[in-house]
């Protein structure tokens, strides 16, 4: 079942990330990123009615409150990549989450990375550079240079930092309350703190109009499923197991990129893809 549950988390979490890009084209990103926090709260609110709230000591404030600036941080940048890049040339940079936490594991603890996880690490440098390999014929160098001029891969690659300081925050929270209530209560704090922020800097203010109901219940709903299906697969599996699985969100990423946006040279992105995660595999899977 946890398979099945940290599946359908990629899933969702692909399918919100599309719908959010798609919305994008007409709105802008600090509207978007409100909208898709405030459709999610109905479930998220509802799901709260059945949790046991579980006794709350000072380390789970201490985490949480550590936690919020950053992934506020994080969702602007993230959906900003999304606004400015193809999906196919964003996503997959998630990849490096893993991999930014054995830099800071090895800082902060002095932990060493294995065989197993230098190896995960040359691939996912393999798959990045793969994402571009059209440009090899320019130089060898082109691929990488090509990363760093595609504004929303970088803009991805500081996602990815920042949700591995917040995934370890994230873990002393759930360690000190539990999976689903964390889950739910977090985004909801999300959401209330990142409102007046969408307030000032939204170029065209936060009104929902008709027409916009049904697009942003859409992704308000799938964006709500991700983060219940995510928790209640953590609570079932070891936390590296589940988030394995859940990456598998970057290839789905990709499909979506070419069936809804007609996204270019989809195959070689692919390629790069499934390299880069085969790396997050074998990084998360050595710790």
Do not use: Q
Not at 89 to 113: D, R
């Amino acid at each position: 079942m946890w398979i099945i549950y940290s599946l359908l988390t990629a899933l969702s979490l692909a399918t919100s990330d599309a719908l959010t890009k798609r919305a994008l084209s007409t709105r802008d990103e600090y509207f978007v990123a409100w909208a898709r926090l405030v459709f999610a709260l109905p479930v998220l609110v509802i799901s709260m009615v059945f949790i046991e709230i579980p006794l709350l000591d000072r380390t789970f404030w201490l985490a949480t409150i550590c936690a919020l600036p950053l992934e506020i941080t994080a969702i602007i940048l993230y959906t900003r990549a999304l606004k400015i890049s193809p999906l196919s040339l964003t996503m997959p940079f998630l990849a490096f989450t893993p991999l930014f936490l054995i830099g800071i594991s090895y800082i902060i603890l002095g932990e060493k990375v294995s065989v197993r996880g230098s190896a995960g690490i040359l691939l996912v440098a393999a798959g990045s550079y793969v994402l571009h390999i059209h440009t090899i014929s320019r130089h060898f160098l082109e691929p990488i240079k090509a990363v760093f001029r595609e504004k929303g891969s970088v803009l991805m690659i500081i996602v990815s930092f920042i949700f591995s300081l917040t995934s370890s925050l994230g873990k002393v929270a759930i360690e000190h309350s539990s999976p689903v209530f964390f889950g739910s209560f977090y985004f909801i704090i999300v959401t209330v703190l990142f409102t007046p922020i969408a307030m000032r800097k939204s170029r065209e203010g936060i009104t929902v109009t008709k027409k916009d109901v049904i697009p942003l219940a859409s992704i308000g709903i799938t964006y709500s499923m991700m983060i219940l299906f995510h928790m209640i697969a953590m609570s079932m599996v070891n936390v590296a197991y589940m988030i394995s699985i859940k990456r598998t969100s970057l290839l789905f990423s990709i499909l979506y990129g070419y069936f809804l946006f007609r996204e270019e040279r989809i195959s070689e992105r692919a390629i790069g893809g499934v390299i880069m995660f085969a790396g997050f595999l074998l990084i998360v899977l050595s710790t």
